[in-house]
């Protein structure tokens, strides 16, 4: 809130993941951009891309939902 308050944005990254991101971004209001590339690449070896892509885009629509 208060690097939001000094006009700054605020990007989040490093342990990000399908289990967390969605309880995050409830948590932790006007994020602009999360970095989660290693969770990303590393669930799209096991589910495949398209299948990651959804599940983490549900997890961003869930958390303004």
């Known amino acids: 809130r208060v690097a939001q308050a000094a006009g700054l ?33 590393g669930d799209a070896l096991e589910l495949g891309y398209d299948a990651t892509v959804k599940h983490y885009l549900r997890c961003i629509h869930d958390a303004s939902a």
């Open 9 to 41: 944005g605020v990007n989040a990254g490093h342990d990000l993941n399908r289990d967390n991101l969605t309880l995050f971004l409830q948590q932790v209001t006007g994020i602009q951009e999360v970095s989660i590339g290693h969770a990303l690449i």
